[in-house]
């Protein structure tokens, strides 16, 4: 018989039972303890950083690690194995923190007015499943017409649709009901399909929610919404946000798939998915002080790899080329049977995808900007660890993902992070002295850089002069900031003492390198798409910004380093979670929801895996602004000025 | 713990385990040994009876049980209960003989044509379910849509309908399904809601087929159809016909419904009824040679209470004024959570009914039948337990159902059986002598009289004036055939001694009246459907029967007791089991079985139960052949001329 040990984690104080040679992150992911992970377990990011504080484990040597790290007690999680008890210490830099989450889950005004108006002008308030109470007229002698026809010639009449269909499992319970009810209930009826879905005891026609959930890789968001709301504004009664549990499985979409070729891996991170969904409804239904079972409908949007997963659908393909997902869209139906939470008894609906990696949240947060209700054109970008942007107006639309790589998420950056408390997120550096002035979210030591400060750093550090065009370090700024490291040059943002970690924050060529070809796929991109719609950057109308990178970063710094087109700030647009928020918008209008099946099915989707016109875009982004300085004209003046 | 006890059925030996206590009805239930049961195990309808071979039962007395009756040991098995080991005969009467069933199950001509015009002139061949073979180009980068999205993009040019729907269920086996069938796959889908209900790997386009069933009170038939043939004569690959396993839970619907009041007793009737349809499956599709997996849908018909229990729904309310079924429309299903046998993934299709005791049987039959094509009047009758009536034409239709009592199929008739092996079926009698000349079912030793051979026997005893107007048997006739009996007057068709089960075979008042009152529903049923119509019998385009009964009675002897109108024979049409009929016809037609519909909406129910204008036709009806000479003309001139 094995033998077994006790691991214990701080800061947690959880303590789960191993056996010998168990893999740590294995373990730490059994016990819900949660740690970065940013390759799914592979040993190449380096994330999963933890500190032995009791016990040993036995680890083999990983070049992510340096003597001193070892020295201290650091080991990478994933590299070690059980061979005693242990105590295993998760720094803050590897945990995640769900403070920072409520921030993005707040309803952006542009968010809010978007839907107002497509509701108002275009689609109408007529919730994807309506609600009606029957009052029934007894049945005698002379009306003794079937329970099921009873109800279905009265749902007929309030809903101005056929017969409607009855599932079996509201048959069974269907006289009963009726009796118990003393013929007054409440019909749940899917309108597309003319089903009724649910059928309630007595008047419940005022107490009618729907869930709309965002299921991001990396954070899913999940509100309450109030059918009967008047307005955008007020039809949100509650809201919850949480890390995706699947994160301790891999950070990105490709490590979930590659999870998803083990044993029962499938199952298991959409186990986790759904426990995550649950987690979030469970708070939000009390709230709002709604009873879940007057929740009707629930609308979904993500990614085509997250809606695989939510499904339970193998997603191997999507990583393999030609890229075919199994499926983009995704038939209402029941929740039963997927994993939900008892009580709930709601149809579900996700939002209709594109392609691999033009998922439904795209689709959604598209739906929501308008841009496919105006003649003028649009640039949708939504950047995260993939890039996905979309082209077009009310006549035509392309499409495309770029693998941007999870720089401004913090993957591939030396000291990145997500934008969490400690995360460094914004930076302005002394051109003369090269010192930095930063703040952090939350106003805590800090612990690392996100997406904004990496983009103002950057942008300081061209500016200033301190890298030139290739992403490079000037050797003659060289001094107490900018130093040789142990991989080349690099400019230090933060020296250990006044951070958390005890360790001296910086920025590499390595780092520099990995953000140059983020922002270039996503300007190459932008620019293929333009190409194939036969217009230039200063012919769009808008620059439609969406996902909670875009909430805080700065426009002007994110032109200079070349990821946005030079164009007026007034043409830029944030829309925060539009995927939240389209999925919120369908919930209470089925003409809204027809017209993101519309939109899904008129995209042209333009792969640029290997597409050569991409590639030559992409060389060509590869500097600071851009090789064509034509196109930055004020940024070029600006260096200029700067250098003068 | 409780004493075990061995308690052996003969003749088939079978040794099952009980408890001191146990009911033996319910024991030989358990034992899956059938014994017929009219009343549910009520002790009141006698048909139990069982003989106590060995060992001994405690049974309360019974007045259904003579005295020499106890002496040779009979007991009513539903009053005995287990005291210590039995041996338990049951005698030949009490036992159901499937050979008879053989019988009914072939094809009737008038069956056949009436499938093959109805297809050819007006609903067409498309089964209810499409079967579509796609050879898919493979997915390269220029056409790298989902795999869905590529079957669903093959099947709407096939099918010619919108953009098909997915089952999750496919959705998660898809990718796998189309790589390995490299490509070439079979997609059944349901045009009415253009929904795939399943995908196969290769071609298998030409092996397409359903399952028809007629779920009837007491025998279910079960047919293979090969959805391309191409006439209804040579559709039907193979056929098996069994009893209905509840049959030991009670005769006819309202025993079965009282049933399921009992603990898990829905559960139960449920599980059974699933029992038999899997063994008749079990049967024909090997039988045919087929593959279970291309079945592609089945479509099952039956009377009200029989669906309920097929789709596990309370049937409580079918027997409780007013008399509201929970549903007489079932919408297409997948067959998973039915209970059917494994392998079987197939869509489920029910014949929609109109009321409690007008059911889905009932409008196969009339759609069938072909009188709602014409403008010409039809009748169309149904005798079982019930006596469901239909009137009306190509533009109306009015229904009824008459509780006829179940005389013609043996109950409440002393010596009443179902048509089965040893059942007199003619009979002639000698109206000098009285001595009668029978046929039975088998040319075997007589067991009892069925409906046919009942009909025979009260008209001959009729014509011959051994009984009344009134049924009452003539005292001048008395002698060894008509004598006095335990039970007042009786005649003696066939002696002990000639009887396969050492009991005299007699015909008493009591019998005769409830002959006189099943007779009397129908032809009162009949009348007020007529006058409701606002036509006469003799305005009668043709009457058509259906059902098992019809298949084997005399038309002129039934009009001589006043049970169908008198009418020239040449009017009078057969059409066999016409539900059944329907069923297969719908399996292959999309348009007929959307027509099934269509008919059942339309047809207006006319509720006997507590109608006046009824109870003034029945009471006239009570007489033979009736109260009012007028309509039986022919039938009053022969008597005339018999007794001149």
Known sequence: ?????????????????????????????????????????????????????????????????????????????????????AVVEIPLESQIDRSILARSATLTDANVSAADELLTRL????????????????????DNISDAARVARAVSVRAGCGEPAFPLGILRELSIDLREADWSITADVAPDTCEITRVARGNRESAHYAVAVDIGTTTVTAELIDCLASSAG???????TDYNGQISYGEDVISRIMYCRKRRGLTKLHDVIMSTINALISDIVPDAKVDAADITHIVAAGNTTMMHLFYGIDPRHIMLAPYTPAATAFSPSGVRGLGFMPGLDARLYSVPGVSSYVGGDIVSGVALSGMTEKGGISLFMDIGTNGEIVLGNNEWLLCASCSAGPAFEGG?????????????????????????????????????????GLIDLVAELFIGGIIDRNGRFSLQKQGIRLREGPNGMEYVLCFASETGTERDITLTEIDLDNIMRTKAAVYAGCSVLLQNGGIGFTDLDSVIIAGGFGHSIDIEKAIIIGLLPQLPVDRFRFMGNASLGGARTAAVSRGFFAKTADIARSMTNIELSENAQFMNEFMAAMFLPHTDDRAFPEVIDALKAGRE
């Open 412 to 452: 591939g950056i030396g000291f990145g992070m997500r934008a969490a408390p400690g995360a460094i997120e914004k930076v302005r550096i002394n051109q003369a002295t090269l010192e930095p002035m930063i703040l952090t979210i939350g106003r805590v030591r800090p612990l690392g850089i996100c997406g904004s």
């Open 234 to 240: 007020s039809m949100v009664l509650a809201s919850s």
């Open 123 to 142: 689609y109408g308030r007529e919730p994807l499943v309506a609600r009606y109470n029957c009052e029934l007229p007894k049945p005698d002698a002379n």
């Open 1 to 85: 018989m094995p033998q077994e040990y006790r691991i214990k984690f701080l800061p947690s104080d959880r303590v789960f039972p191993a056996e010998r040679g168990d893999n740590l992150l294995e373990i730490a992911m059994q016990a819900g303890v949660h740690i970065n992970a940013s390759c799914g377990g592979r040993g190449v990011c380096g994330k999963c950083r933890v500190r032995i504080a009791g016990g040993s484990v036995e680890s083999s040597g990983n070049p992510l690690l340096s003597d001193d790290d070892r020295a201290m007690g650091f080991r990478l999680a994933c590299s070690s194995s059980i061979t005693e008890d």
